[in-house]
């Protein structure tokens, strides 16, 4: 059984560029992961404390899916150039990768 992964990036975002980050995110970003085998959710979030500012999580069914052809050509050459633009503008941005290791629901 393939275990579920968990894709995770936080970034700031200097408050002149706010209102495109969140178009490219909502127009361009997620639709382009979501639209990639394996993806299954993209939430967004604003934090009430602390930094990063904002932060992504994309659930996966495997981690496995990061090195699928799709994604490695989504973040290599397939790179729009709004994508490449709004990456220019993030400001302490961390990504991480997990797997799951345990899971319960009420």
């Known amino acids: 059984m393939t275990k579920p992964g ?20 909502e127009e361009e ?13 993209a939430r967004r979030f604003l934090t009430l404390e602390g930094s990063p500012k904002y932060l992504a999580i994309y659930d996966l069914e ?3 899916v ?16 709004w994508t490449r633009r709004m990456e220019q503008l993030f400001v302490n941005a961390r990504r991480n990768v997990y797997v799951g290791i345990s899971e319960r629901r009420r």
């Open 62 to 64: 495997s981690p496995d």
């Open 29 to 41: 970003h997620i639709r382009e992961r979501l639209a990639i085998p394996g993806f299954l959710t």
């Open 6 to 25: 968990l894709l995770l990036f936080m970034t700031d975002i200097d408050a002149a560029h706010e209102t495109e980050f969140h178009r490219w995110y």
């Open 66 to 81: 990061l090195r699928s052809p799709e994604y490695q050509l989504m973040i290599g050459t397939g790179k729009t150039p």
